[in-house]
């Protein structure tokens, strides 16, 4: 949180300690990432990592839920709680307000990176092969220039696509964050970054694949894959349990096809979840008409 906080100075930490009808405490980190009129953008966490209230004993029950979710929505326009999808609360039924469903996939880790590889389709290892036979070489990434040279290659995805890529300052606050918690891997040919890959270690035993991009010239050549067999590799030698592979369906509810397809050739299972996402209809209008004003300046 910390690192977020310094990389977007107008943020701000919104966490609350929220008292629960059995007496018990419940501490929610989140941050404050916009503001319309009287109302807050409220994000456990951005970014689409993770976040969840925490208590010191026990398990959060379904009214526990209720009530956190309740108590801090009060003056929000948005609030978000994206829950960790391995975690008991992360289900539809234990989110009676703003149970949004999503599914994603999970590669379960022996410790022993031969038996995991062993799962990966005869395809997908032929692409990895072929990747390094083209030249393609996988390498950790290290330091600022190594994220920003990540945050470049975005970019240049988010052009082809029409879409805007994560800020910079993102990418330069996940670069000041120990080399234990943040795995860049970059996928370079000729000495030119042609794919990345970036995975967090959040907490022991899992690891969460965040977020990968390809140049689009070089896409036949499957960098990505080659980045993915390192990078699983490196989960296990570390004596990760599970390797959580992001949204594999939208937020429309449509499944993301290809996404669904590598990561099943990975030998990863599908897995549903849910979050937690409330909003104010009249907030939201707000904020939009806000944008384009802003726009049209």
Request: net charge positive; hydrophobic share 45%; with cysteine.
């Amino acid at each position: 949180m910390d690192a977020l906080l310094d990389a977007f100075p107008r943020w701000r930490d919104a966490s609350r300690v929220i008292g629960l009808p059995d007496g018990r405490e419940a501490l929610l980190p989140m941050l404050e990432t916009d503001r319309v009129g009287p109302w807050r953008w409220l994000d456990a966490m951005p970014f689409a990592f993770y976040g969840a209230p925490l208590v010191r004993e026990g398990r959060l029950s379904s009214a526990n839920m209720t009530h956190i979710l309740r108590e801090c929505a009060r003056g929000a326009g948005w609030l978000a709680v994206n829950l960790d999808p391995c975690e008991p609360l992360a289900r539809a039924e234990m989110i009676p307000v703003g149970a949004v469903s999503l599914t994603t996939h999970l590669l379960e880790l022996a410790g022993n990176f031969e038996q995991v590889y062993s799962g990966f389709t005869k395809t997908m290892r032929y692409d990895m092969r072929r990747a390094e036979r083209e030249g393609v070489v996988a390498r950790r990434g290290a330091g600022r220039d190594d994220f920003l040279a990540y945050f470049r290659l975005t970019g240049r995805v988010a052009g082809q696509r029409g879409t805007a890529p994560y800020p910079q300052a993102l990418y330069e606050a996940l670069a000041a964050l120990p080399a234990e918690r943040v795995s860049l891997w970059l996928a370079e040919l000729e000495d030119r970054v042609i794919g990345g890959l970036l995975n967090v270690h959040y907490t022991p035993g899992r690891v969460l694949h965040w977020a990968s991009a390809i140049d689009p010239g070089y896409a036949h050549l499957n960098p990505t894959k080659l980045l993915q067999r390192e990078a699983i590799r490196e989960a296990c030698e570390r004596g990760a349990a599970v390797y959580i592979m992001g949204p594999s369906v939208g937020f429309d509810g449509r499944p993301l096809e290809g996404v669904r397809q590598a990561k099943e050739a990975l030998g990863a299972r599908p897995h549903d979840y849910a979050i937690a996402i409330v909003s104010n209809n009249w907030a939201m209008r707000a904020r939009a008409l806000r944008n384009r004003l802003r726009i049209r300046r």
